[in-house]
């Protein structure tokens, strides 16, 4: 699996887990079917779950006007699945995660989603 396609399902896996009562073994299940794991989807998957606590705080240090919760959800998981990556993972250049998460948000998002996004990322990479 490329790291393209990891980051897009490890965030349909994240996406999946906000608010319900799955597990993360359930929706790697929904998302993979009968796909082998890949090691960079579970490190993103497992990783953002682990630390999503201090994702969140950190997120919610850099928010201007927003609170986490109002966040529309495909912001909110493409938010934390990418600063997962750049405050845990050092293996990927900073502008290859932002540009990754940008790509995501005009994926699943709407026009709007992609520029939000940027603007939230960037302050962490100044």
Same mark, same amino acid.
């Given at each position: 699996?490329?790291?393209?396609?990891?980051?897009s399902?490890?965030?349909?896996?994240?996406?999946?887990?906000?608010?319900?009562?799955?597990?993360?073994?359930?929706?790697?299940?929904?998302?993979?079917?009968?796909?082998?794991?890949?090691?960079?989807? *579970?490190? @993103?998957?497992?990783?953002? /779950?682990? %630390?999503?606590?201090?994702?969140?705080? =950190?997120? +919610?240090?850099?928010?201007?006007?927003w609170?986490?919760?109002?966040?529309?959800?495909?912001?909110?998981?493409?938010?934390?699945?990418?600063?997962? *990556?750049? @405050?845990?993972?050092?293996? /990927?250049? %900073?502008?290859?995660?932002?540009n990754? =998460?940008i +790509?995501?948000?005009?994926?699943?998002?709407?026009?709007?989603?992609?520029?939000?996004?940027?603007?939230v990322?960037?302050?962490?990479?100044?």
């Open positions: 699996m490329k790291r393209h396609e990891a980051r399902k490890a965030m349909q896996v994240l996406f999946q887990l906000d608010n319900t009562d799955l597990t993360v073994k359930e929706a790697i299940g929904h998302v993979l079917e009968d796909e082998g794991l890949d090691k960079f989807f *579970e490190s @993103l998957v497992h990783g953002t /779950t682990e %630390k999503l606590s201090e994702i969140d705080a =950190a997120l +919610e240090e850099k928010l201007e006007n609170s986490l919760s109002r966040l529309p959800k495909i912001e909110r998981t493409v938010l934390r699945l990418a600063l997962y *990556e750049l @405050l845990y993972m050092d293996d /990927t250049p %900073k502008n290859v995660i932002l990754e =998460a +790509e995501l948000c005009k994926t699943y998002g709407d026009e709007k989603s992609s520029k939000f996004v940027n603007g990322l960037s302050k962490f990479v100044e």
